[in-house]
């Protein structure tokens, strides 16, 4: 079974600084890696996807992942942060082959924006 | 265009109580899924349905029923709520046709049972 772990429930930068959110995901097959974000009081939105079309994906509000097969990892990236990104952040897992779209979430990363 | 919408948004429930959250798409998706948030253990599948006339579990069904209506509207029910059901409900909804599509999200149901 496919399953996926987010490293670090918390993480906080400064604004302008870097920011980076883990995520590492384990599928016997070829997965499709998906990051969410939610502001406070939301549902969940999109950030990006990767679908195999390319290792970099670029997403919303300037954020990108990488997908590494190696490290099986997945790692969301801001080059600089700003106090709108504070929110949390959910890295999911999509097995290839399976059907309806069910999707495996991590347990999600609260980033925090300090001025 | 609505997309996914969830009423109500905010309920209290004594334990025992029965109760259901309702939850419609318009973007004419096959699939539709009902998660609970829980602090630290991101979303977990209670029910999904693959397709209109269609219901399956997910990883914690236990308590719950669902009813796909129709192929827009999709509920959840509490027949006996607990306090272990207490948490915030979304509803979600993808097309059903190709893996790569995006899981559309509802703003949720903040329950409470006491």
């Known amino acids: 079974a496919q399953s996926v772990t987010q490293l670090g429930s918390h993480v906080s930068v400064s604004e302008g600084a870097l920011v980076l959110l883990r995520c590492n995901y384990s599928?016997?097959?070829?997965?499709?890696l998906f990051w969410y974000v939610q502001y406070p009081n939301q549902g969940l939105q999109l950030l990006l996807k990767y679908t195999s079309a390319a290792t970099l994906v670029k997403g919303i509000n300037g954020f990108e992942a990488e997908f590494k097969k190696s490290e099986t990892s997945f790692h969301l990236t801001k080059p600089s942060a700003h106090m709108s990104d504070a929110a949390e952040y959910f890295c999911?897992?999509?097995?290839?082959?399976?059907?309806?779209?069910?999707?495996?979430f991590g347990q999600g990363t609260i980033l925090t924006v300090h001025p | 265009n609505a997309g996914v919408t969830q009423t109500p948004k905010f309920q209290v429930l004594k334990t025992g109580q029965s109760m259901t959250l309702q939850c419609a798409q318009d973007?004419?998706?096959?699939?539709m899924y009902w998660y609970r948030q829980d602090p630290g253990m991101g979303l977990r599948l209670i029910y999904y349905s693959a397709s209109e006339g269609t219901t399956d579990k997910g990883e914690v069904p236990n308590g719950y029923n669902v009813s796909r209506l129709n192929k827009r509207e999709f509920s959840l029910r509490l027949e006996s709520a607990a306090p272990s059901q207490t948490s915030v409900y979304f509803c979600?909804?993808?097309?059903?046709?190709?893996?790569?599509?995006?899981?559309?999200f509802g703003p949720g149901t903040r329950l409470t049972v006491l």
């Open positions: 599928s016997s097959v070829p997965p499709y």
């Open positions: 999911a897992v999509r097995k290839s082959g399976t059907s309806y779209g069910k999707l495996t």
């Open positions: 979600a909804s993808h097309s059903g046709l190709y893996e790569t599509d995006t899981q559309y």
């Open positions: 973007m004419n998706h096959n699939s």
